[in-house]
């Protein structure tokens, strides 16, 4: 999604991989683990789903939805409390659960799921086993929300379940939230038919792809267009908006040009970007954005950003417009958990305000739960944000084969140490093993190792080969990143062997070294630049 020409929203989704966020699952647990308060449930994938002892327990709407009281509610029968310590009595191993996926899988960790059970529509968000209704807190106006509330309490909701007014819905009419319900009820009625007739585990309720989802998530007034490359997806769109609003299929376009639609309005550019760790901003100052295992590190500095005014509005002006385009980043980049931002220094606590509240605003449209602290004496923010799926860099790249994703290899110097420790080693191995004839030695470096070797370390080679007593030999392999020194007794991939024998497939050792007559070894120094394309794209940073 573009905003006068800046990418705001950016998605990406694999037709080739199921759709789990959000979808509906009629699990069988298999194991409880005390220690954990959590269940493990099976619903249909490599690894059980995990389902933490709070996520079974019915919740309270969250702190984002106005709850609306109604005579039904109050009337209702209070059902009594479930604590963690009745879930095993009322959920042991082998008894069937519905749950729905709130946490794709991510690295070793599988699906995480809940009971409470939520299926989103155009203007509602309808809840199955919950009665409780709501208004979206980020519908502002007091007297929309009153409109609202009466039209809440007029639709005819089934006894136990509840709905919530979406943001969407702020200034639409009655009858456009009717037809919602009706189409939420019917949805979940042909859920409760999969529920009675499929043997766990089995999916009941699949979230809807891409397309959909941009109909329904993202079509409000505010949009001007939706421009679509296919044509198949453009009348799917067409229709799919016709049954909303007729005045609206207007807005959706078909792209004809030769040139890529991404080409055409700078997306491409705006997406790689979004991948470097290191962001520029309009005033001159920078982001640097590295993601770990425990956290995601975020740190803002001045740069090139130059003012006449003095050192704290300077520093103030570069903080807040780091501030806006961290929160952008964050959704761009799909990035969740535990986030610390190290702002610039400031030494004005109103200065430190307008900062946290530039994030807190910022935040607002973020659809993922957010929770902010203040800054800290040290100058830092910590925030979390939900996570739903696995990071869009960790979607779109892998890790470096040579670095690991360290985006870092071993220097000249550190190589030609480990060329001389390899060397003595497989010497000394031959002694032990009785055989004094001297090997030939082959060691395939990098040119950069090489010029180190004949330069600072030139002593080195003299000294090979005296222990070999014989010329060591040198040949260059610049065409492919090395990075470690091996013992190779066959010639492997990649590249040329001995002899200019490919090394693709394994051959055996020659005559002449079965027979014992002489020792040949091939040492390959794997020392080079790192297999990324640049530093700045590796996984890592």
């Known amino acids: 999604m573009l905003e006068e020409g800046q990418l705001e929203e950016f998605t990406i989704e694999r037709t080739t991989e199921s759709r789990i966020v959000a979808s509906v699952f009629k ?116 007297r929309e929300r009153k409109r609202l509330k009466a039209i809440l309490q007029r639709l005819r909701i089934p006894e136990g379940m509840g709905v919530i007014i979406r943001t969407v819905g702020e200034n639409q009419r009655k009858r456009y939230f009717i037809r919602d319900l009706e189409l939420l009820l019917q949805t979940w009625k042909g859920v409760e038919e999969k529920i009675k007739t499929l043997p766990a585990p089995a999916c009941v309720f699949q979230e809807p792809d891409l397309v959909e989802r941009t109909v329904r998530d993202f079509l409000t007034e505010e949009v001007d267009r939706i421009v679509v490359d296919n044509e198949q997806a ?39 970007n979004a991948f470097r760790r290191q962001v520029w901003l309009k005033s001159g100052g920078y982001i640097c954005i590295d993601e770990t295992e425990a956290l995601v590190a975020v740190d803002v500095n001045t740069g090139r950003h130059k003012s006449q005014k003095d050192l704290d509005t300077t520093i103030l002006q570069t903080n807040l417009e780091a501030a806006e385009e961290i929160c952008r980043q964050l959704r761009l980049r799909n990035i969740g958990g535990l986030i610390v931002i190290d702002f610039i220094d400031m030494r004005h606590r109103n200065d430190q305000q307008r900062v946290t509240q530039k994030v807190r605003e910022g935040v607002r449209r973020d659809k993922a739960k957010t929770r902010i602290l203040n800054i800290s004496q040290l100058g830092l923010m910590e925030m979390t944000r939900q996570r739903h799926s696995e990071s869009m860099a960790s979607a779109v790249y892998e890790d470096c084969a040579y670095c690991k994703g360290k ?35 082959r060691i395939f470096v990098h040119p950069e190792v090489l010029n180190r070797l004949r330069t600072e370390d030139e002593t080195v080679l003299i000294e090979l080969e005296k222990k070999t007593q014989r010329q060591t030999q040198f040949p260059l392999r610049p065409d492919v990143p090395f990075r470690a020194v091996q013992d190779r007794r066959r010639h492997q991939r990649p590249g040329l062997g001995v002899g200019g024998r490919l090394a693709g497939e394994t051959t055996e050792a020659s005559n002449e070294t079965r027979n014992g007559n002489h020792q040949r070894l091939l040492l390959s120094l794997r020392r080079s630049r790192c297999g990324c394309v640049s530093r700045q794209y590796c996984p890592s940073g």
């Open 407 to 441: 985006g870092m290899v071993k220097s000249a110097l550190s190589m030609s140490v480990e060329i001389q420790r390899k060397v003595s080693e497989i010497l000394r191995k031959l002694r032990e093993q009785g055989k004094h004839e001297q090997p030939q030695l």
């Open 234 to 272: 453009y009348e799917r769109i067409r229709n799919m908006i016709g049954q909303i609003s007729r005045r609206s299929r207007g807005k959706v376009r078909l792209y004809g040009e030769p040139t890529p639609i991404f080409s055409r309005f700078n997306v491409e550019k705006q997406i790689d």
């Open 27 to 142: 699990g069988k647990i298999k194991n409880l683990e005390p220690g954990l308060k959590a269940a493990f449930v099976d619903i249909g994938f490599e690894k059980n789903a995990f389902l933490h002892y709070w996520d079974i327990i019915p919740e309270q709407l969250d702190q984002r939805i106005d709850l609306l009281e109604t005579p039904e509610t109050q009337r209702a029968p209070q059902k009594p409390k479930i604590s963690q310590k009745d879930i095993p009595q009322l959920y042991p191993p082998g008894s069937e659960v519905i749950v729905q996926v709130v946490k794709g899988p991510i690295g070793t960790k599988g699906p995480r799921i809940t009971t409470n059970i939520s299926i989103p529509g155009r203007y509602l968000v309808l809840m199955p086993f919950n009665p409780q209704r709501g208004i979206s807190r980020k519908i502002e106006d007091d």
